[in-house]
């Protein structure tokens, strides 16, 4: 019997050189990929780092959870300092803490929290530029924020899923669907207790277009009622997007 | 007579894949070498770019100044949007205006301000580490703003100033010197009317090292009178400072 000791970390990243969180077969620069090889380095054994989201390519985290076994009971803060050692600079543990055996960072998350940033000005300054997307000046936020006000609730999103796995359930609980506003910028956050895949990129397309106008308001009520993947817009930038936070309970 | 039109241009640069601003002889990529081809082939002719600045290798600029001149008058955003699209993701024009054809964008500058991060965290977040140096836990920023309060005042810092041309003057006014502190991070807000090359590191790794006890609070002081390079402490990361802003009074 080979004893294994779990670990639960919180994970920062830069998306913009990745091809997003999961390991691929091809040599694909992932973060999935470069944690793992990082602790297999570490802990002279291969490790499986399991996420609570697998964020695609070009999306930043400032806030994913990991879990991963260690088959040595080691110091968490010397299990961060050496990892982040063997890490590239734009991926970085931020904490690490044992873990119950059974806990299991994506099941046992409770919520989620996906940030979405836009920016009105003419020059998105260099520093902003990997985390912004572009929207027009015209766009009206106090319109977007009616729109969301009416997200939260138990739904069918498939509309907004890119490549579902057929038969797997579409509904999903929303808890939070807020738009602010300040300066130049335009933020979306949403909260909820999980997220098909591409959904919240898709839903941020929609408002941008219906932010300047481009599409009528009821258009997400429209989609939802209908599933209608034809009234979609192009999904929002991956650089625009953040999981920003991933909620445990008290555990 | 070939006229020339003046320009007076805001740019923002992320400094970390450049190696300053200064355009060298060899192929070194450069803000200024890559803002004048882009100038140039916008332009069809070849253009100087001045800096109210000369950045360093690695040092950021969220508000240098720069002056240009371009044979035929243009439309300012025009100049803008178009300069922009031939310029790399790193650094981009925030805005264009006409200029007096006598505006010099170094010379003309009233004082210029230039601010430095810390961060006290064990992590500092990938999205934040190329703009913050690591500083210890244990810095104490109410130390280091009771230093930096005598600072301001008319002085000769050659003591701080990095390979200085023999027989320049080495004689600079600072306006204000703070120290701010919120959360993990301090910063250091140096405003002056010039600054000598290395200055701003030079003043914030003597003041890293007084933070955390490394060298006595009178060391800044004791550098001023004794001129005395030996006392000095490692530069600060270039990493950690941006070009703020440059102040031009009311033209």
């Known amino acids: 019997v080979s004893e294994r000791w779990r670990y639960r970390a919180e994970l920062a990243y830069v998306g913009t050189e990745f091809h997003g969180w999961q390991r691929q077969r091809n040599a694909d620069r992932t973060v999935q990929a470069l944690l793992e090889a990082a602790l297999a380095k570490f802990a002279r054994t291969p490790v499986v780092a399991v996420a609570a989201g697998r964020t695609d390519a070009g999306v930043h985290a400032d806030g994913q959870v990991v879990h991963f076994d260690l088959p ?90 890119s490549r579902h796995p057929a038969g797997e359930p579409t509904v999903r609980t929303l808890h939070a669907a807020t738009i602010e506003s300040a300066g130049d910028e335009i933020s979306l956050l949403l909260r909820g207790d999980g997220f098909l895949r591409g959904m919240v990129r898709a839903i941020a397309g929609v408002l941008a277009d219906l932010g300047r106008g481009a599409v009528p308001p009821g258009r997400i009520d429209e989609l939802l009622r209908t599933g209608d993947r034809r009234l979609l817009r192009p999904k929002a930038p991956a650089r625009g997007l953040t999981l920003s936070r991933v909620h445990y309970g008290l555990n």
Do not use: C, Q
């Not at 977007?144 to 006000?149: G, R, S």
């Open 72 to 161: 040595a009971p080691r110091e968490p803060d010397r299990i961060r300092t050496a990892v982040n050692a063997l890490l590239p600079w734009d991926a970085k543990l931020l904490s690490v803490t044992p873990a119950d055996p059974g806990f299991h960072a994506r099941r046992d998350a409770l919520w989620k929290e996906y940030l979405y940033r836009w920016s009105r000005a003419a020059v998105i300054p260099p520093r902003d530029a990997p985390f912004v997307a572009r929207i027009g000046a015209a766009a009206d936020p106090g319109l977007m924020a009616a729109v969301v006000a009416g997200l939260p609730g138990t739904r069918d999103f498939a509309v907004f899923a």
